[in-house]
């Protein structure tokens, strides 16, 4: 049974940092790239990060881009997702996903993943 088990969420002020975290189990995680992915309430699913399944290349979503680093731990099947400087507008479900690996193929698309998680709450106060 595949399970993505996000965790690491909560409430921050503006200008802090969290660490997301994505405990994967029940399939082959160093054959999968993995992304993270936002939803805050009204608006629409946006990806943040992807990883390709080496833990080599990666691809971040303009609005993150210099404040957040994804990376991966294929020994421990752990996805993390470091978040500095948040901004309010960074408040948001986060979601982690799991597709199969394609070489030279990374994407923030929602519809190129296939396993997901339950999600986090990060809230970012001003």
């Known amino acids: 049974q595949v399970q993505l088990v996000e965790s690491g969420g909560g409430s921050v002020q503006a200008g802090g940092s969290l660490r997301l975290s994505c405990a994967a189990s029940?399939?082959?995680?160093?054959?999968?790239?993995m992304g993270w992915f936002r939803q805050a309430p009204g608006k629409e699913r946006e990806g943040v990060a992807a990883i390709d399944n080496y833990g080599i290349t990666t691809y971040y979503a303009d609005s993150v881009k210099g404040r957040a680093t994804i990376s991966r731990d294929n020994a421990k099947k752990i996805l993390y997702l470091q978040m500095n400087s948040l901004k309010p507008e960074d408040t948001a479900m986060y979601y982690c996903?799991?597709?199969?690996?394609?070489?030279?193929?990374?994407?923030?698309?929602?519809?190129?993943?296939?396993?997901w998680g339950q999600g986090t709450q990060v809230t970012v106060s001003s």
């Open positions: 029940g399939y082959t995680y160093s054959n999968y790239r």
């Open positions: 996903a799991a597709g199969p690996s394609r070489a030279g193929y990374l994407s923030l698309r929602g519809v190129d993943y296939k396993y």
